[in-house]
């Protein structure tokens, strides 16, 4: 084959592989209208017009398990993540406006990441001093989000404290969802949400203790709980849906309970530390090496 044979035969080949991609493109674009159109319809059905009344944490959680699932080949797993926190956003945004409020107490840099990571472009962000100032506006707001980092400094003491009253916004969430090596966005941070109108049941009830006397931590560890966060005698803890909890605070020595929001659990992917209580591993099922 002469030189400019060659060149002919790679023009058409890139020709032809040019002509897949505008056509899977164009596949592409034509779901995303036509998911807009599902929406429309959704709407009709959910009545999301109450504040809170879009939002479906159990359901994101059981796609992006789904997502995890039918992975393969060397797209990162994150960007697809990313992709699809970007259209979740989108759609549930034009079934009811929010913004999101962000925690700038710790690490601004990285929690302004995760919030575009998970939330993308089409939401407008409100950085607040910390935790508190955050929860305050989302309670104010009746409709926005929020997200607040998981390390706190002390001086943040125990602000899971605000979270749960009634009409008070709860944790939805946690970020990032699937941990795996290597990923954008890993700051860990918890997504606070208004009341929410989710008839999907989480995987665990997070609550507000305060221990008195013995260290609650081995009996909530052996009631298949983990201690999230802790300032002093205040800790945040996560318990499996249907534990006994009256019965655990007795055992365990603590009191003042409140449930302060609740989560499904993510997914932990490879060589990474995740804690059990919040990251079922998947390896074999992610498509990933
Ligand atoms: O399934 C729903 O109820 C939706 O509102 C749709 C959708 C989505 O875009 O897929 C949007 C928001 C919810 O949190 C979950 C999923």
Known sequence: MTKNSANEADAATLARIRQTIDELDAEMHRCLVERGQAIDTLIKVKGTS???????????????RRLVARHEGRLPLWTVEHIWR???????RMQARFDVSIDQGVDRDALR???RFLFGFTVALHGYADAAETITHIRETGTDLGLVSANQPASAGAWWRALGRPSAPRIMAMSPYIRIAGRPAEHAAFVIAPELADPTPPDLDLFAVTAIGKDPWPAIVAAGGAVLAEAGDEKLIALPVGTA???LAAHAGFEDVARVGALSRGIAIGDIDANPVLYERLDEEAGVS
């Open 245 to 247: 909890v009256a019965a």
């Open 50 to 64: 109450r504040p809170g009344a879009a939002f479906r944490p159990g359901r994101e959680a059981d796609m992006m």
């Open 113 to 115: 990441d995760t919030a």
């Open 86 to 92: 970007e259209i979740i956003t989108t759609f549930t």
